[in-house]
């Protein structure tokens, strides 16, 4: 957190002494040297850090200084900036002004130099300490964005986890067992195969693999084997010792003496010589924390065409996948222990097999909740109640309540605590930053990713890359955190992007536990808690059901406040105390996120006085207008008033030359996306706004706004709504200009619940479309299309959408003549298609070696729909289909039983005769068989009792 803070601080200092050098005046000296004591000190801080965990207390007290300094800063910076920087003057009248702003300032500009001494004292006192720490403890600096430094004197030989995890008596580990066990004895006997596990910590990946390693068959199959502990601080060499004494030992040979005094590259070639001679081996690497080790390891490991088998534990998906390049190697995704094997191994433990006492049940439920099927936590937690008293239930009501509290005691829950930690010291600085920032939000939140890499975007922890937006690298942060299994993604959108993700509980309370340490943020439900420091730079507001009068603003003050955010809707009595205060002090406010405060009906005026404002997210709130007081937030780069009831922006929104996201849209049914948005009105000269990256949606009934879309260049995100008939070839021309467009959303002037106008969207280069016009489009960028409206044809461009990864079609209303399918069956990354409304014919046919990588399909209220077809040979790649609203189809589609990777088939509404045929179906008719391959099937429809959901066979069976 503190080098994230300090390279902010660091660029802040750049960039005033670049811009504002003159305002400095005789302070531009004290500027530059605090400048560079900072840079010294943000090199060995990245090493440091690295260590905080389990450094001397003066070490990380040195740290804690360094992070109040840098916050300091930029408390006097931003100051300095919003007094004296906010209103450059040319002229004569500029300088009349300049004159008497300094006269009128001059008392300020003492207190802001009188700070910089004190900020330069502090700095050369903490420079101090750096030096004697870098001395004092070994800690030496290295290269920006090199990997933390390797403990090569330190190998862990065991593992908190394993040990813990060998008590679970194998419940729940059987299939997963056999699975692996028959991985390992099939295939090609001539390769060599690698089985890679993945899956966060406590999930019981050591104890699987330990079981697999020692089953019978598998010894008997490999008479030379290895168990080799990995770990996160591994010392090759002495890995290397000790998986060579194992072979040795296995076969009952003498180990050489001369190993003691071999180099890493002798060792290795003495591993790969002795495993050439000795036969079949399967050698197992436990905790593999990155593709270095196997990188290196793997070329002591020969193919000698004895079938070997080489086995990894990681909790890393790169890793795992890195591992297995081959064509039969084989990754597998270790998953939490389903509920019952949870309340199996959870009773087991405590009750030694007996059932739970009913009176304890809803709290043994509840705290077995928070394990989310976690085996070390359920063994850990299990172990601190067993010494509780039966008989009591009190007791276990309180572990129950205080479980966050006890993650950070002393016990069994203590080295949970550590297992989840070491995942947390692994990352790099800027993702421990990141994650500590998911503290914001409450238990259980399902959390949108777009809004989180915004914020992380605001708050400036997401770092430059050159040629890519800082929006794509938040989405990079994002993969890495899900890979590093510190994150859960519930749902993705399209090419794999998070589109929302949660945390695992006890994940949570280690992130919450060291976001106190170091004062991320400060949480309110607006009753009076102690926070961590006076100095709170970060409040999150949680929902509260408390209606009492909340005092707690009058406890502290706000000068300090950076960011101010509603974690779903305040309580209106917060938001009646809390708000007014923080805006009224507040004023280097940069973040301030409202979303889903109903009660708030007009913004505030004390808004517009936020010259340091970046993000303001004012979605689902009751805002009715924008002022034009709004042009005043010149800083302002992310604009969110969607789901309000605005509807015009005013000219003045002309003036935020920062802007790079503006989202103000209203989807016309919540509940159901395929009846679109609503856009809204812009001002004439929208195409001014150059930095804009987004624009969601905007209004398109006026065919200026149409033209000035093509001066947006910097687009990727478009969303129109209400685009006449006539301007469709204004629009081609327009979007023939934005050569960075990923996404793209149309709809046209909608009628009544399923009627649209015609969209004409065949004007651009039709007589030109060769390949050389086309590349020169934003066909090239384009990955994501939606089109909601009436088509008389497919627009001819789709067919050349080379990069396009879905496509929506909604209310097209295609004629049986113009197949939807034809312009989309060679497009090569194309992955999911949803139709709704789109196609007036009777039949649709997916031919042999069309949609290779289609792995959604998704066809609702195509009413004249009879027949589907998969010809052998096409969509080779689909796991999903959802059929929904389709009167007329009687049977499954023709060449379903060709689709060997489909995982679910979901059948909503569809004839009568069909889903009774499907509901009442045995295994010895037509259709059973050719179904039985897929994992999950859900067939719902309406009867006299209200909504049916009937699962011929999948997960909830």
Not at 85 to 106: D, E, M, Q, Y
Request: one cysteine or more; hydrophobic letters at 40%; proline letters at 3%.
């Amino acid at each position: 957190m503190a080098v994230t803070i300090l390279s902010s601080v660091l660029n802040q200092l750049s960039i005033l002494l670049l811009e504002e050098g003159q305002l400095l005046g005789g302070l531009r000296q004290e500027v530059e040297l605090i400048r560079d004591e900072l840079g010294h000190m943000r090199a060995f801080l990245r090493v440091a850090e690295t260590k905080e965990e389990d450094a001397d207390p003066r070490l990380q007290e040195w740290i804690k200084q360094v992070r109040e300094a840098a916050y300091d800063i930029e408390d006097v910076l931003d100051e300095f900036v919003a007094r004296f920087a906010l209103h450059p003057a040319t002229g004569f009248h500029g300088s009349v002004r300049r004159i008497f702003n300094s006269i009128k300032t001059l008392r300020g500009r003492h207190k802001v130099a009188e700070q910089i001494q004190s900020i330069k004292a502090r700095v050369k006192n903490i420079s101090e300490g750096h030096r004697r720490y870098q001395l004092e403890f070994g800690v030496t600096t290295r290269v920006s964005g090199s990997p933390p430094a390797v403990n090569n004197t330190t190998w862990r030989q065991s593992r908190d986890d394993a040990i813990l995890v060998e008590e679970a008596e194998l419940v729940g580990i059987d299939k997963p067992k056999q699975q692996l066990v028959s991985q390992l004895l099939g295939g090609d006997e001539s390769q060599l195969k690698v089985v890679s596990v993945v899956g966060m910590g406590g999930l019981g990946k050591t104890t699987l693999v330990k079981k697999v390693h020692e089953d019978l068959d598998v010894r008997r199959h490999f008479p030379v084997r290895a168990f080799v502990t990995v770990s996160q601080t591994c010392n090759f060499q002495e890995l290397l010792k000790d998986l060579t004494r194992q072979l040795h030992n296995e076969l009952k040979k003498a180990v050489p003496e001369s190993i003691e005094a071999m180099t890493a590259i002798q060792l290795k070639q003495c591993v790969k010589d002795f495993l050439q001679q000795a036969g079949r081996y399967a050698i197992v690497f436990d905790d593999v924390w990155d593709t270095e080790f196997w990188n290196a390891i793997r070329i002591a490991l020969p193919k000698n065409g004895y079938g070997n088998r080489v086995m990894l534990t990681t909790r890393k998906a790169d890793v795992a996948f890195a591992s297995c390049t081959q064509s039969q190697d084989y990754v597998f995704k270790m998953v939490p222990l389903s509920f019952e094997d949870s309340w199996t191994l959870f009773c087991n433990k405590i009750f030694k097999g007996n059932g739970c006492p009913a009176h304890l049940t809803d709290f043994a439920k509840g705290i077995l909740g928070k394990c989310e099927g976690l085996p070390l936590a359920i063994l850990a937690i299990s172990g601190l109640l067993a010494l509780k008293d039966l008989n009591i239930a009190e007791e276990w009501k309180m572990v129950r309540c205080s479980l966050g509290g006890e993650l950070e005691g002393s016990g069994m829950l203590d080295k949970v605590r550590k297992v989840l930690s070491l995942s947390y010291n692994d990352l790099p600085c800027h993702l421990k930053t990141c994650l500590l920032y998911l503290s914001i939000y409450p238990e259980d939140f399902e959390i949108g990713c777009h809004r989180l890499v915004q914020l992380w975007t605001a708050e400036r922890y997401v770092e430059k890359r050159e040629e890519m937006t800082l929006e794509d690298v938040g989405y990079n942060y994002l993969k890495e955190l899900a890979n590093r299994s510190l994150i859960q993604v519930s749902e993705s959108f399209y090419e794999g992007i998070p589109y929302s993700c949660r945390i695992h509980d006890l994940v949570r309370e280690v992130i919450l536990s060291k976001s106190r340490e170091q004062n991320t943020v400060a949480i309110t439900t607006g009753q009076y808690t102690r926070w961590p420091s006076s100095k709170v730079r970060r409040l999150v507001v949680h929902n509260s059901n408390n209606t009492q009068q909340h005092q707690e603003s009058q406890y502290y003050c706000f000068d300090h406040l950076r960011s101010f955010i509603a974690i779903e809707s305040m309580n209106p009595l917060v938001s009646k105390n809390l708000l007014p205060k923080v805006l009224r002090s507040g004023r280097l406010l940069k973040v301030l996120d409202l979303r889903g405060e109903k009660t708030l009906e007009e913004i505030p005026n004390e808004i517009f006085h936020l010259y340091r404002l970046r993000y303001l997210n004012l979605y689902g709130t009751g805002i009715k207008a924008i002022p034009k007081s709004i042009g005043k937030l010149q800083n302002l780069e992310y604009l969110n008033l969607s789901d309000t009831q605005v509807r015009e922006l005013p000219m003045e929104i002309l003036k935020l030359q920062k802007l790079q996201h503006l989202r103000v849209f209203k989807l016309v049914d919540p509940l159901d996306h395929n009846y679109g948005f609503r856009g809204f009105m812009a001002p004439s000269k929208l195409g001014g706004l150059f930095a804009l990256q987004s624009l969601f949606g905007i209004d398109a009934s006026e065919s200026i706004i149409v033209k000035e879309i093509g001066k947006l260049t910097e687009l990727r995100e478009l969303g129109i709504s209400n685009l006449r008939r006539e301007d469709g070839k204004e629009l081609c021309s327009s979007l023939a200009n934005l050569t960075s467009l990923r996404e793209l959303t149309v709809s046209s002037i909608r009628k009544d619940d399923d009627d649209y106008e015609v969209m004409n969207l065949n004007h651009h280069h039709q007589q030109h479309s060769n390949s050389s016009s086309v590349s020169s489009s934003f066909l090239v960028s384009l990955r994501m299309l939606v089109l909601s409206g009436r088509l008389e044809k497919m627009p001819w461009w789709i067919a050349h959408l080379q990069s396009l990864v879905r496509v929506d079609l909604n209310w097209s209303s295609l004629s049986d003549e113009e197949d939807p399918l034809e312009s989309l069956h060679h497009l090569p990354n194309l992955g999911a298609v949803q139709f709704c409304g789109s196609y007036q014919g009777e039949g649709l046919c997916f031919k042999a070696g069309g949609f290779l990588r289609l792995k959604t399909l998704y066809l609702k209220k195509i009413d004249k729909l009879r027949w589907m077809k998969m010809e052998e040979g096409a969509l080779p790649s689909l796991q999903e289909i959802t059929l929904v609203e389709l009167p007329l189809m009687q049977e499954l589609p023709w060449g379903i039983e060709h689709l060997s990777h489909l995982q679910k088939l979901r059948l909503y509404l569809l004839s009568s005769q069909l889903t009774r045929n499907l509901v009442d179906q045995n295994e010895e008719s037509e259709d059973y068989t050719r179904i039985a391959h897929i994992p999950e099937i859900v067939i719902g429809f309406l009867s006299n009792e209200g909504w049916n959901e009937h699962r011929l066979w999948g997960k909830n069976m």
